[in-house]
């Protein structure tokens, strides 16, 4: 549409009424709306007590408490997961998982979904005013909190993240593309800013923290080593490492300008498994990165075709641009990519993808 000058343009699309749009007089949808709302309200509250910083007092101190990972608690931490419990205490969802908790909060007797967040990654960024985020799942309850977590990671029915940084950002799906929405200072109302969006198909990010390269399998170490030899190596292509530990802040760069996010299993004790969890960190990035062409893997399957066995159950994570995150699987199945020895480094440049 062309505005012709002078004239102010269109108002942007309030989330409640994007959502209202898409539920029609579906039931289920209306009840995925109302949820959504819920949650945006909590990140509404949360990006308050965050814009405060110190004013707000020590709220970055450990609490001396751990969560149900074995991680520190944060005051902050607390704040954020009361929150979001508070947020949808009344919307139609039976059951709560979080990564701060130890086991699933019942919320509503005979609501129709559930809810799997961690309410704040990243929350050791907080006292030195660095991005952080929250990310969620909705999926359809069951009769009991178990059977509503512990299914198919593709029985999602929407997912989507809250980012706070310089602006206060929400990146949805409902099973139909991948909106982003603002959080405007102004009315305090979040307002859609893009629509559709999509990842792009191949880029020379990759975001892996560098720190654990002593840990990693070998066809993790391959791949990295082979992108630092960047235009004269196997992959053809100067990359660039990032590393923000912070998954979402990570999800956020790579869905706006692609490459690809590795936080593989490694030989640390506790992280055979890898760091991050399947049900509330894994699925909803998946769905998402699907959603908007990009792709996701625990390095050899599809993390939507995974289901967890247990409430904070871990995985390793690959997400990003489809090609990236395809690469990535070669290097794991094809003994080609998988040799460790520096003089096979150019002779896999044979078998790019």
């Known amino acids: 549409m062309v505005v012709k000058k002078g004239k102010t343009p269109p108002p942007l699309d309030h989330l409640g009424d994007v959502l209202i749009a898409w539920a029609g007089a579906n039931r289920q949808r209306s009840d995925i709306a109302e949820v959504v709302v819920g949650l945006a309200s909590g990140a509404r509250n949360l990006a308050a007590i965050l814009a405060r910083g110190a004013l707000a007092g020590d709220i970055s101190a450990a609490t001396g408490a751990t969560n149900s990972d074995g991680d520190v608690q944060k005051t902050v931490d607390v704040v954020a997961n009361d929150i979001f419990i508070a947020a949808l205490k009344h919307t139609p969802t039976a059951f709560l998982a979080s990564e701060e908790s130890n086991a699933p909060i019942a919320l509503r007797e005979g609501a129709a979904l559930a809810v799997a967040i961690d309410p704040l990654d990243g929350s050791g960024n907080v006292s030195v005013n660095l991005t952080v985020g929250a990310i969620f799942s909705i999926l359809p309850a069951a009769q009991t909190a178990e059977a509503s977590f512990l299914r198919p990671c593709a029985d999602q029915l929407a997912a989507g993240y809250f980012l706070f940084g310089s602006s206060t950002l929400l990146v949805l799906t409902v099973g139909a593309g991948v909106d982003l929405f603002v959080l405007d200072p102004d009315d305090q109302t979040f307002k859609r800013a893009e629509a559709s969006l999509r990842v792009p198909g191949s880029a020379a990010d990759i975001a892996i923290n560098m720190s654990n390269r002593r840990f990693w399998p070998a066809p993790t170490r391959t791949f990295v080593d082979d992108c630092i030899e960047g235009a004269g190596g196997p992959r053809g292509v100067d990359c660039y490492a990032r590393w923000l530990a912070?998954?979402?802040?990570?999800?956020?760069?790579?869905?706006?300008?692609?490459?690809?996010?590795?936080?593989?299993?490694?030989?640390?004790?506790?992280?055979?498994?890898?760091r991050l969890r399947l049900l509330y960190e894994a699925a909803p990035v998946a769905m998402l990165m699907e959603q908007a062409g990009?792709?996701?893997?625990?390095?050899?399957?599809?993390?939507?075709?995974?289901?967890?066995?247990?409430?904070?159950?871990?995985?390793?994570?690959?997400?990003?641009?489809?090609?990236?995150?395809?690469?990535?699987?070669?290097?794991?199945?094809?003994p080609a990519y998988a040799q460790d020895a520096a003089p096979l480094f150019h002779q896999r440049g044979l078998f790019k993808s």
Do not use: N
Not at 294 to 317: M, N, V
Not at 319 to 325: N, P, R, W, Y
């Open 246 to 274: 912070v998954m979402v802040a990570e999800a956020h760069r790579i869905l706006l300008r692609g490459g690809v996010y590795l936080y593989p299993a490694d030989a640390r004790q506790g992280f055979e498994q890898g």
């Open 294 to 334: 990009g792709a996701a893997t625990d390095g050899h399957a599809r993390i939507l075709e995974k289901t967890p066995l247990s409430l904070h159950e871990r995985t390793p994570l690959v997400f990003g641009s489809a090609k990236d995150v395809e690469s990535v699987r070669h290097y794991h199945v094809d």
